[in-house]
């Protein structure tokens, strides 16, 4: 075959491909460009050829490193990696490139070839699957979650009073907000009211609210978090810490519509709605008296029972790929996905702190991936190797063992935050899980920055 018709042949061959192919020479100059590479682009052969290849396609990568660059200076070839690239429109168009070297027959390096595809259609692809399986900021594409999220609008319309139970960090906090979204006072306030942290003495004035000398230093009325709800919704979170003396109030507010502000003699009318969560049974601790009945059906008409993570495993590649977008979102990144290795020890994991450690394990991830993959040496340390107790060691602090102490240091903080995590932020669940009391580990939450 003559030289005319090889490149005949050759010319051909790119325009019926439906990647995209261009070449450069050694001064990274576009040599060829073929029609997938012009419809991926909106740039034509005429317009590439004889710039330089950065010139065209203004990728991510260029600037971290050119692919092409380093394929002819070290002939490894790039397979299969994903880059975004800019349309001539301006829009941002996610592709996978694969580079090899072009050698003359004797060997010679002549320049590079690139070939490249366009993702644009599997990104689509997975958008329309998260909108498949994303209701209300809820992603899940569970059977038992979806039964939940068949009868949420009714509820939500409803507006009768909602239990939601479940362990922690589950979801519950995004349940009470999907019923109130949903419902008719979604243009009036949420207040949330964290039972568990309020101290015993202050409920009632918080809730509540007070009259002018109701107390010393009560020198002026003021509205409770009720009154700052009305005509929306209160969410009462960790509802089984209330102590027992207010849940006789709490039950008349749910029966009456009413309650009195602290020192005050005239009952007031609220127009709420009232959505409550607990990570405990309250059914059992209505049998250990320790949870009013007849508040507990008051709470309960209608009451949904979220699965932890463990049960519902289908959910973890999705719920990784809707953090992963999330952090892109909120921290600048372009971080793809997470290697097949990653991936098996993510769906291998006892998720004890459920949805909300997964996250925390992705953010972690962020902070230190500075590639489109999330790889292994990207995850806690904690679930690179097996998990160690943290124990005393050679006159340091308990969890400091003697050995590498840098690492250990790391491992340490690593281990804190993932524990804290699965309990919450509950310090005293957490000191003994670690197996510290709770003074040494407020103190090394301190050494580390750690805050909750």
Not at 363 to 387: D, K, M, N
């Amino acid at each position: 075959m003559d030289r005319t018709r090889e490149d005949q042949f050759f010319k051909v061959i790119l325009s019926s491909v439906a990647d995209g192919v261009f070449t450069v020479d050694g001064n990274r100059q576009i040599t060829s460009f073929n029609p997938a590479a012009e419809r991926i682009t909106g740039i034509t052969a005429t317009q590439a050829v004889g710039k330089k290849c950065y010139e065209i396609f203004h990728s991510d990568a260029c600037e971290t490193g050119c692919m092409l660059a380093r394929t002819m200076k070290t002939g490894e070839e790039a397979i299969d990696k994903q880059v975004n690239i800019l349309h001539k429109s301006g829009r941002r168009v996610p592709i996978s490139i694969s580079t090899a070297v072009l050698r003359d027959p004797e060997g010679e390096v002549l320049g590079a070839v690139e070939t490249f595809r366009d993702l644009t259609p599997i990104e689509e692809l997975r958008k329309q699957l998260e909108l498949s399986y994303s209701f209300e900021d809820i992603v899940t594409k569970s059977p038992a979650m979806q039964k939940l999220l068949n009868i949420l609008p009714d509820a939500a319309e409803s507006d009768s009073t909602v239990l939601i139970q479940g362990p922690s960090g589950s979801g519950k906090e995004l349940f009470a907000r999907a019923v109130h979204n949903l419902s008719r006072r979604h243009e009036k306030p949420l207040v949330v009211i964290n039972c568990g942290t309020l101290p015993p003495q202050l409920v009632e004035s918080e809730l509540f609210g007070y009259k002018q000398g109701a107390f010393t230093d009560a020198k002026n009325d003021k509205p409770g978090k009720i009154a700052m709800a009305e005509g929306g919704t209160v969410f009462f979170d960790e509802v089984a810490e209330i102590p027992m003396n207010l849940q006789v109030k709490l039950l008349r507010l749910l029966q009456e519509k009413e309650y009195e502000p602290v020192g005050g003699l005239e009952p007031r009318i609220a127009d709420i709605r009232v959505v409550a969560a607990t990570n405990k049974d309250l059914k059992e601790l209505v049998e250990q008296s320790r949870f009013r009945e007849d508040l507990y059906y008051r709470l309960a008409v209608i009451r949904f029972d979220l699965p932890p993570l463990k049960q519902r495993r289908e959910d973890i590649p999705i719920l990784i790929d809707h953090f992963i977008r999330k952090f892109n979102a909120e921290k600048g990144k372009d971080i793809f996905g997470v290697h097949p290795k990653v991936m098996e020890i993510l769906m291998n994991h006892a998720y004890e702190g459920n949805v909300r450690e997964l996250e925390n394990i992705i953010e972690y991830a962020f902070a230190v991936c500075h590639s489109r993959t999330i790889g292994l040496e990207h995850l806690p340390l904690e679930l690179q190797q097996p998990q160690q107790p943290m124990t005393a060691g050679d006159g340091m602090e308990p969890g400091l063992p003697s050995k590498h102490p840098a690492r250990t240091i790391l491992d340490e903080e690593t281990r804190i935050r993932q524990v804290l995590a699965r309990h919450n932020g509950n310090r005293t669940r957490a000191s003994k899980e670690l197996g510290v009391d709770r003074t040494t580990l407020w103190r090394k939450m301190k050494r580390y920055g750690i805050s909750v």
